[in-house]
């Protein structure tokens, strides 16, 4: 994990919405700081800053916009899914390779117990450190993570255990080795396969939900997403390229793509958002951890409940009903064109 100061934050690092927070964290810091040379109680005034950092960082976070939701979800201290596994994953054993070409670091799976529920897990890691994150593709698998990760689904299918996969990636990795190893195949199989996967799935969207390389591990009987997590067809950016052929409109890009856990909750392609400590994930971990590690073992309860015949229609209905249609009403002049 990255370190962290004692409000949370990662030395060295400020989202462009924060710097009123910034501020105060500064002032705070001074202040202990000048009580612990000169001795002089000034407790009451660190009480009173740190009341207004708490009410400024609820006020921040609560009318985050989306594209300002985009830059939480990929805060260079969030956790990532390893710091997930070490922190709610018992006994995990991880399994390597896909038996065909090689192990795609990008993508984790193994076997453990997480509350008192033994699962077989899958989760996308993007690397914390910058050998690591070259080594795992920035969290973009290639053909052989997602084989990997249909491997270890077939198992947990074999032997009885539901699955939980951890999503956190821009993309499937878009390179020419990725292509000429059939990456778009690799990730339609695993749609195909987790849409009759006779196992209970439960997914979790961590921090980025990148189009087809998050859909490869994405197919389940529930999903849910952190509360600044974000999930989409096609990044900010890309989206702006393609509209504006620029990069620079990404804000506007966020709105009209409606990728926040709120926006795809009423779009009804979500079903749950597991809530976040407050100011994000990476203020504190641990907590963030307890949270996902509450809904995943409440969420598996629930369908371990329900008879597998019933949960692959149950599945299928699911997905078939995805999302909403607005109609809008033409307005009278256009109507008449």
């Not at 207004?52 to 830059?71: D, F, N, P």
């Not at 749609?191 to 979790?204: A, D, G, N």
């Not at 900010?236 to 793509?257: F, Q, V, Y």
Request: with cysteine.
């Amino acid at each position: 994990m990255a370190k962290t100061n004692d409000l949370g934050m990662e030395s060295g690092f400020q989202l462009p919405f924060e710097r009123s927070i910034l501020g105060l964290q500064r002032k705070i810091a001074e202040l202990e700081a000048d009580q612990a040379e000169s001795g002089r109680d000034l407790t009451p005034e660190i009480r009173q800053l740190r009341s207004q950092y708490v009410s400024v960082l609820r006020k921040t976070y609560q009318g985050l916009s989306a594209w300002e939701t985009v830059q939480v979800a990929r805060h260079p201290a969030r956790p990532l899914a390893r710091d997930y596994i070490e922190r709610i994953v018992k006994n995990f054993v991880e399994l390597h390779g896909d038996r065909r070409f090689a192990d795609d670091r990008a993508i984790v799976c193994g076997l453990g117990r997480i509350g008192s529920e033994k699962v077989a897990l899958i989760a996308q890691h993007k690397g914390r450190e910058t050998k690591e994150k070259i080594a795992c593709n920035f969290g973009c698998a290639h053909p052989e993570g997602y084989r990997k990760a249909l491997r270890v689904m077939e198992l947990a299918e074999k032997f009885h255990l539901p699955v939980v996969t951890l999503i956190d990636t821009p993309g499937a990795y878009p390179g020419v080795g990725s292509e000429e190893r059939g990456v778009a195949e690799a990730i339609a199989r695993n749609l195909l396969e987790m849409s009759r996967l006779k196992t209970p799935i439960v997914c979790v969207v961590i921090g980025e939900g990148g189009s087809g390389g998050a859909l490869g591990i994405g197919v389940g009987d529930r999903i849910a997403m952190l509360e600044y997590a974000y999930y989409s067809v096609i990044s900010p950016e890309g989206c702006a390229a393609i509209l504006w052929r620029t990069g620079e409109k990404a804000s506007e890009a966020a709105e009209a793509l409606k990728i926040t856990s709120r926006d795809l909750k009423a779009l009804d392609i979500i079903d749950d958002i597991v809530p976040e400590p407050l100011g994000g994930a990476h203020r504190n971990p641990v907590e963030a951890a307890n949270n996902l590690e509450r809904h995943i073992v409440r969420t598996l309860r629930e369908l371990s409940r329900v008879p597998i015949a019933n949960l692959l229609k149950h599945r299928y209905e699911r997905w078939r009903r995805m999302g909403k249609v607005i109609h809008l009403e033409l307005q009278a002049g256009a109507a008449k064109m």
